[in-house]
T-cell receptor, first 108, second 111 residues
Framework: DAKTTQPNSMESNEEEPVHLPCNHS???????IHWYRQLPSQGPEYVIH???SNVNNRMASLAIAEDRKSSTLILHRATLRDAAVYYC?????????FGGGTRLMVKP | NAGVTQTPKFRVLKTGQSMTLLCAQD?????MYWYRQDPGMGLRLIHY???????AKGEVPDGYNVSRLKKQNFLLGLESAAPSQTSVYFC??????????FGSGTRLTVV
């Protein structure tokens, strides 16, 4: 199991970029890195995933370290609607294993 | 396209009662998963399925059974509910190379 480590919480100002870090030092070479977010009383929502190269989509960017032992989720301009718990996980053995995630608070 | 639908959304059970949670997906996904989430915690995998007719145990399988008789449905059963099974249950599905799609959850209380 590739375990992930994230800060418990982070704070950001509205309309500023946010960098959410994640360590996954035991990841194997074929495991994808996934990010999900969960708003209160909702199911997790897919944000982005990648293997080695940096990835961009309409929601966020994912920067993956060259040694793949860490990654950073980048929200380019945080909005109040981005306040959520963000989970970094890996798809080891065809399943996602979730840690405690990072609670992102966005200040107006 | 409804995605992943879970029924029921809420349920209260008495200790020792049984029930089945239904997860249905309309995306033709091969893989399906059942997770539970306790207050303030991350999700923990109960059981999963890599295809119709197959199931496998996750991190916390005790007290639960599952079946995947049809590709689009994944059922989670509690044979004799216990207060420790009070939780929010999430179903998810995926196909190769894409992210997981989660349902909106079933809030179960066992009294």
């Amino acid at each position: 199991d590739a375990k992930t480590t994230q800060p418990n919480s982070m704070e950001s100002n509205e309309e500023e970029p946010v960098h959410l870090p994640c360590n996954h030092s035991t990841i194997s070479g074929t495991d994808y890195i996934h990010w999900y977010r969960q708003l209160p009383s909702q199911g997790p929502e897919y944000v982005i995933h990648g293997l080695t190269s940096n990835v961009n989509n309409r929601m966020a960017s994912l920067a993956i370290a060259e040694d793949r032992k860490s990654s950073t989720l980048i929200l380019h301009r945080a909005t109040l609607r981005d306040a959520a718990v963000y989970y970094c996980t890996t798809n080891a053995g065809n399943m996602l294993t979730f840690g405690g995630g990072t609670r992102l608070m966005v200040k107006p | 396209n409804a995605g992943v639908t879970q029924t029921p959304k809420f349920r209260v059970l008495k200790t020792g009662q049984s029930m089945t949670l239904l997860c249905a997906q309309d995306m033709n996904h091969e893989y399906m998963y059942w997770y539970r989430q306790d207050p303030g915690m991350g999700l923990r995998l109960i059981h999963y399925s890599v295809g119709e007719g197959t199931t496998a145990k996750g991190e916390v399988p005790d007290g639960y059974n599952v079946s995947r008789l049809k590709k689009q449905n994944f059922l989670l059963g509690l044979e004799s509910a216990a207060p420790s099974q009070t939780s929010v249950y999430f179903c998810a599905s995926r196909t190769g190379g894409v992210g997981y799609t989660f349902g909106s959850g079933t809030r179960l209380t066992v009294v």
